[in-house]
């Protein structure tokens, strides 16, 4: 009997050791989401007035003439370039450039210089996605110092 006491207390640990337990599920996991990036848009905006009308001349007092580049799109997650060229109509020559960085702010101002008395030339602003290169936006209008 004593032999029974002992195997009835052994046998459910033995069975237990030989249990298998049940299969755990493979790990799910979740399918990576991808946010595509939003075209960007921008405006240009000359401090003293409003957002410009790109069928117009502008004209800046002396040699020189702020303006506003404002990202109305949401910034890309790795920020945008921006780039303003200015060339002189009569001959396309270039008489500014400038290339910025921005990764937070909105509103970039930019001081557009070198340009001179009674000449038109053509602003060309370029905005351009850091992360997707071919995300880009162009705006173009013309300005000319006064005399």
Known sequence: MRKYKILLVALPFMLMACS?????????IPP????????IAFKVEI???TEIDYTKI?????????INVNVTSTLPKDGVTIDVKVTKDSDNSS???KNISSTTAATNAIS?????????STATVVVTSKSKS?????????IAAKS
């Open 20 to 28: 298998k337990g049940g299969d755990s599920p493979a790990p799910v």
């Open 32 to 39: 990576v989401v991808v946010v595509p990036e939003l075209d």
């Open 47 to 49: 401090p003293v007035s």
């Open 58 to 66: 502008y004209g800046a007092i002396g040699g020189a003439q702020d």
């Open 95 to 97: 008489i500014f450039n």
């Open 112 to 120: 557009i210089n070198s340009l001179t008395a009674g000449v038109l």
């Open 134 to 142: 071919t995300n880009t936006a162009t705006k173009t209008f013309k």
